[in-house]
């Protein structure tokens, strides 16, 4: 056994499924899980293969479509030929490299404005200043004199900074991952 194999396919997949889901719903994500263990899936066998409508199956292949998650192609099974979509792995791949990536810039957009909206408190009066004010006071209550302290979240800082680096560690090993 190669030592350089894949081991992040299966997560590549249940991470696609989790976007997929939130994006268009538990019936796409069913679909992908169903594209991801068969094959393909057959425009005319639809009806016969999936649990849902065939017009929805059909809407939600169209827009996996439109992200190249899904490629058309035809099959002939005896005498029939069959219009079917099969996984575009390598696509999926980019497809959620582009979502984490998104993600991530979310966050830190929200870092920022959360570092910079720093509110400074007065000790004693309880008064509150933004972070201008409280430098143009000195950093000192312009009532009482006390000392203005930072009361900012912390433990919210932290907590996003750490889903950032959980994300970038997830980027970086999807990144390394042979595609298919
Ligand atoms: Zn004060």
Do not use: A, M, R, Y
């Given at each position: 056994m190669a030592q350089n194999e894949p081991p992040l396919e299966e997560d590549l997949l249940s991470i696609a499924k989790v976007i997929i889901g939130k994006l268009y719903g538990e019936h796409a994500r069913a679909l992908l899980e169903h594209l991801a263990e068969n094959d393909y899936v057959a425009e005319e066998k639809i009806a016969g293969t999936l649990e849902f409508r065939s017009n929805e199956a059909r809407k939600i292949l169209q827009k996996l479509s439109d992200e190249a998650i899904v490629i058309p192609d035809k099959v002939r099974v005896e005498n029939e030929v069959l219009h079917i979509w099969r996984l575009n792995k390598p696509a999926l791949?980019?497809?959620?490299?582009n979502r984490l990536k998104r993600a991530r810039e979310k966050l830190e957009v929200l870092l920022k404005g959360e570092s910079e909206n720093v509110i400074y408190e007065c000790r004693s009066c309880r008064r509150r200043f933004l972070l201008d004010d409280a430098y143009a006071y000195g950093f000192?209550?312009?009532?009482?004199?006390?000392?203005?302290?930072?009361v900012n979240n912390p433990t919210s800082l932290r907590?996003?900074?750490?889903?950032?680096?959980?994300l970038d560690i997830l980027i970086l090993r999807i990144e390394r991952t042979k595609s298919a």
């Open positions: 791949k980019t497809f959620v490299l000192q209550c312009p009532h009482d004199g006390e000392v203005l302290v930072e907590t996003v900074k750490g889903i950032i680096k959980k």
